[in-house]
């Protein structure tokens, strides 16, 4: 079946600008994550949703940073009045629910900001 | 809270060579731990994990991952480097609740013909 998928792939932003990236789960899976991984650096948490629970928020930054699920379907990561310091690959992923379950990768999209 | 540390962020090995990519975790909770493989310009993939059980686990592509409390290390090994395996390695732990992962540095590895 088809795997995590995320748009853009790319995207090139003036500083000060919003963007908007999303994520499409794998089908059924409950829970959805969004990480961010910074050039020459691991990847970091940011937030995640599991069903109609409160999303953990814990991992974002700033308050420029936030995130959204439909239900159980698409998810989109806004980031607010972009910085340098902003550009890195956003990854995202999904499983099956808490637990333990295997997260399932996108390919990210990677976020320039000039 | 919980942290993952790679030693090496490059190692290179020759073709036919043990690769050995060495892991350490901090963790006030019986942890749970992963590797996983990024190729480049390609998302991250799943080698192997460890939740409970036997502390050898296998994966694909013939790694191999052994928790070790008593180190608090979960070192990757695979007995023979072929050139496929020039990726970028991640180590990762998650606890009970949530089920986010804490990622280490990541160790890029180089296969020598």
């Known amino acids: 079946g088809a795997g995590v998928s995320q748009s853009p792939s790319n995207k090139v932003t003036e500083k000060g600008k919003d963007v908007e990236l999303r994520c499409d789960p794998i089908?059924?899976?409950?829970?959805l994550y969004w990480y961010r991984q910074r050039l020459g650096q691991g990847l970091e948490f940011l937030i995640y949703f599991q069903g109609n629970s409160a999303p953990d928020k814990s991992g974002l930054p700033s308050d420029r940073f936030s995130a959204e699920r439909t239900g159980e379907s698409v998810s989109t990561l806004t980031i607010q009045r972009t910085q340098q310091e902003d550009s890195a690959v956003y990854l995202c992923?999904?499983?099956?629910?808490?637990?333990?379950?295997?997260?399932?990768f996108g390919p990210g999209t990677r976020l320039t900001v000039t | 809270a919980q942290s993952v540390t790679q030693l090496g962020s490059h190692v290179s090995v020759s073709e036919g060579a043990l690769v050995l990519l060495r892991c350490n975790y901090s963790?006030?909770?019986?942890?749970?731990l992963f590797w996983y493989v990024q190729y480049p310009n390609q998302g991250l993939q799943l080698l192997l994990k460890y939740t409970t059980g036997a502390t050898l686990v296998k994966g694909i592509n013939g790694f191999e991952a052994e928790f070790k409390k008593s180190e608090t290390s979960f070192h990757l090994t695979k007995p023979s480097a072929h050139m496929s395996d020039a990726a970028e390695y991640f180590c990762a732990v998650s606890v009970a609740a949530g089920n986010k992962l804490t990622f280490g540095g990541g160790t890029r590895v180089l296969v020598k013909p």
């Open positions: 963790s006030s909770v019986p942890p749970y």
């Open positions: 089908s059924g899976h409950t829970a």
């Open positions: 992923a999904s499983s099956q629910g808490l637990g333990h379950y295997e997260q399932y």
